[in-house]
C-alpha cells in the first residue's frame, strides 16, 4: 500500500529546518550571554520563525515567533538539573518534555492555536479489542506519555456531533485505541514516549510499535463501520476486525527493526485511503528522536527507527526540538486529519 518512499521523503522535510540551524557554534552556552543583537547579526533564514523573542514573558505556541530565550534558558536549566541528579522519568515529563511540548503546540485546556493540541496520557492503556496478538499481556499492554492530538471542537460543533454520534458505537465509546476518558473524542495523530537517559532505546521502540500497530487497528476499523448506511455499528464488530488482524500478530523485542507483523484488514474500493505513515517521537534523557510506522499491501506494520532532531542538552537543540514540533503540527493539521475525517465519513455525517 504504501513504500518506504513516504517516509523517507517525510524525514528528509521533517529535519530540513532542524539540520540548517546547526551553526556550529564552538559553545552553546554561550548564547545565555549574547545580546539581543546576537541573533539579528546571524541572519539565518532558516532559524525564522523559530528566532527567540528578546521578550521575557510567556510566547504562545500558536504565534509564528519562537519561543523567548528566558523559556529556552529556563528548560535548559531544567534539563540539567534532572541529568545530574538523576531524577526519575516522572520528574523529566514535568519539568522539561511538557514544556517544551507547549512551547510548539498548545496544552489541552487551551483554546487559542488551532486545531491540533496535546496532552500526557502516561495511564492510558490500549483497549483489549485492539490489542489482541500483540504479544503476551506485558508486551500487548504498552502505554506511552504524551499525545499530539486534533481538537474535534476548533471545526465546530458539526464536527463534533459527527464524532460522537460514530463513538457511541465503537468500544468504550472511544475514537481511538484507548479507553483514555481525554481522548475518547479526539483523534491522535502522534504519540510520545519518553525514558530516562541510559534506558534501552530498543524497549522504547518496541513499546511505541505495538502502541502504534493498535493505533493502525483502530483506523482500519473506521472505514467499513462508518458508513452511512451502517448505523449499527458495534463493538462486536470492531471486535472482528480487529481478530482478523490478531491471527497472524507478532511483535519481537528480539529486532532493532521492531517489526509488528499483522495481519491486512480488506475494506472496499470505496473507502478513504489509511495514512501514509504514523510518525511517533521516543524522549531519551536529552535526545529527541522521530519514528514512524508503515503499512503494506500485505498488511506488514514496520516501525521506522529512528532519526534524532534536536536535544534539549543544549539551547540551540530545545530551538530545534520546537521547531520539529512545529513542522509535525502543520502536518497533523494539512495531512493526518483530513485522513482520518475520510475514513470516519465526518463529512458525510455533519447537517449541512
Not at 522521530?290 to 503499512?295: D, H, K, S, V
Request: net charge negative; proline share 7%; with cysteine.
Amino acid at each position: 500500500m504504501f513504500s518506504s518512499t513516504h517516509v523517507l521523503t517525510f524525514f528528509q522535510s521533517l529535519l530540513l529546518d532542524a539540520q540548517r540551524t546547526d551553526l556550529r557554534l564552538s559553545d552553546l552556552d554561550d548564547v545565555a550571554f549574547a545580546s539581543p543583537s546576537f541573533f539579528t547579526r546571524l541572519a539565518h533564514p532558516n532559524l525564522h520563525p523559530y528566532l527567540p523573542s528578546t521578550s521575557s514573558s510567556s510566547s504562545s505556541s500558536s504565534s509564528s515567533a519562537g519561543p523567548s530565550l528566558n523559556e529556552v534558558l529556563d528548560i535548559h536549566a531544567a534539563a540539567k538539573e534532572c541529568q545530574n541528579e538523576m531524577h526519575p522519568e516522572a520528574s523529566w515529563n514535568m519539568l522539561v518534555h511538557q514544556r517544551i511540548l507547549a512551547l510548539a503546540v498548545p496544552h489541552c485546556w487551551e483554546e487559542d492555536g488551532g486545531p491540533v493540541h496535546f496532552l500526557p496520557c502516561t495511564t492510558a492503556k490500549i483497549h483489549p479489542v485492539f490489542r489482541r496478538g500483540l504479544g503476551p499481556g506485558s508486551a500487548a499492554n504498552k502505554m506511552v506519555d504524551f499525545a499530539i492530538y486534533i481538537e474535534p471542537s476548533t471545526f465546530g460543533p458539526g464536527t463534533v456531533t459527527a464524532i460522537d454520534t460514530l463513538r457511541r458505537h465503537l468500544p468504550d465509546a472511544s475514537i481511538n485505541h484507548t479507553d483514555f476518558a481525554p481522548l475518547r473524542r479526539r483523534p491522535i495523530a502522534l504519540s510520545i514516549e519518553s525514558k530516562t537517559t541510559g534506558h534501552q532505546l530498543l524497549e522504547a521502540e518496541v513499546q511505541v510499535g505495538v502502541w502504534l500497530a493498535a493505533q493502525w487497528r483502530m483506523l482500519e476499523g473506521l472505514g467499513p463501520f462508518s458508513q452511512e448506511h451502517n448505523t449499527a455499528v458495534t463493538t462486536a464488530a470492531v471486535e472482528a476486525v480487529a481478530e482478523a488482524a490478531a491471527a497472524a500478530a507478532a511483535a519481537s523485542a528480539a529486532t532493532a527493526a521492531a517489526t509488528i507483523t499483522t495481519a491486512a484488514v480488506a475494506g472496499d474500493d470505496s473507502m478513504s485511503p489509511l495514512p501514509p505513515f504514523l510518525p511517533a517521537i521516543i524522549i531519551q534523557g536529552h535526545e529527541w528522536h522521530f519514528l514512524a510506522t508503515t503499512r503494506d499491501s500485505k498488511g506488514i506494520t514496520t516501525l521506522w527507527a529512528k532519526q534524532t532532531f534536536g536535544s534539549s542538552e543544549t539551547v540551540l537543540g530545545i530551538y530545534q526540538v520546537v521547531c520539529v514540533l512545529r513542522y509535525l503540527a502543520q502536518w497533523v493539521g494539512q495531512e493526518y486529519w483530513p485522513c482520518v475525517r475520510g475514513l470516519a465519513r465526518l463529512d458525510q455525517s455533519m447537517s449541512p
